[in-house]
């Protein structure tokens, strides 16, 4: 099982700055591809950044020049700075892991609500 641990969200004014941390953890497991999805209610959810081990990265168009994501490989966390936030930013930001041990998994963290007051 591989454990996920999200930090960083809250209320920003828009145009402000916010970072989100995401820590996987699993004894045994490699972690693979990294990523950000948000999602607000009655909407599906949608990815925001990606990242893969190699450092790849792909963001939503809606994201891109305002966010970046970031990898710590030894320490197995991403980050999510987002800058330049809006109101339509506003959303539970769930972090997502792909880790493989003979197999690859997925695994979602809790969630942590952004939320940009206009």
């Known amino acids: 099982q591989v454990q996920l641990v999200e930090s960083g969200g809250g209320l920003v004014q828009a145009g402000g700055s916010l970072r989100l941390s995401c820590s996987a953890s699993g004894s045994g497991y490699s972690i693979n591809a990294m990523a950000w999805y948000r999602q607000t209610p009655g909407k599906q959810r949608e990815l925001v950044a990606r990242?893969?081990?190699?450092?790849?990265?792909n963001y939503a168009d809606s994201v891109k020049g305002r966010f970046t994501i970031s990898r710590d490989n030894a320490q197995n966390t991403i980050y999510l700075q987002m800058n330049s936030l809006k109101p339509e930013d506003t959303a539970a930001y769930y972090c997502?892991?792909?880790?493989?041990?003979?197999?690859?998994?997925?695994?979602w963290g809790r969630g942590t609500q952004v939320t940009v007051s206009s």
């Open positions: 990242i893969t081990s190699g450092g790849s990265t």
């Open positions: 997502n892991v792909r880790a493989s041990k003979s197999w690859e998994y997925v695994y």
